[in-house]
């Protein structure tokens, strides 16, 4: 009896890797893609997403996806974004005073 101890790799693991996008790589040409995986639910699995790309250069079916690292690495979160706002602001403040 066999079973599968690796589940297949669902949307919501890319998601918490920390990446909003993969890359979708043609199985037969050099053809690459980002995908914006934000709307999609979370336990979509990476096969189903993988089998509905048809490569605009070669026409055929099916991809390799990969979790965009190139988006994903020190993006501030919109939180983040306004902290550094209101720390900016307070320090240009702090040395006008001075």
């Known amino acids: 009896m066999s079973e599968n101890t690796s589940p297949d790799p669902l949307v919501g693991d890319i998601r918490w890797l920390g990446t909003k996008s993969v890359m979708l790589l043609c199985r037969t040409c050099e053809y690459r893609q980002v995908a914006n995986i934000e709307l999609l639910p979370d336990g979509m699995p990476l096969a189903l997403l993988a089998s509905k790309f048809v490569c605009p250069n ?20 919109p939180d983040q974004d306004q902290e550094l706002v209101r720390t900016g602001g307070d320090e240009r403040d702090h040395r006008e005073t001075e």
């Open 58 to 77: 070669c026409h055929q079916n099916g991809a390799h996806v990969l979790p965009n690292w190139e988006a994903a690495p020190n993006q501030p979160s």
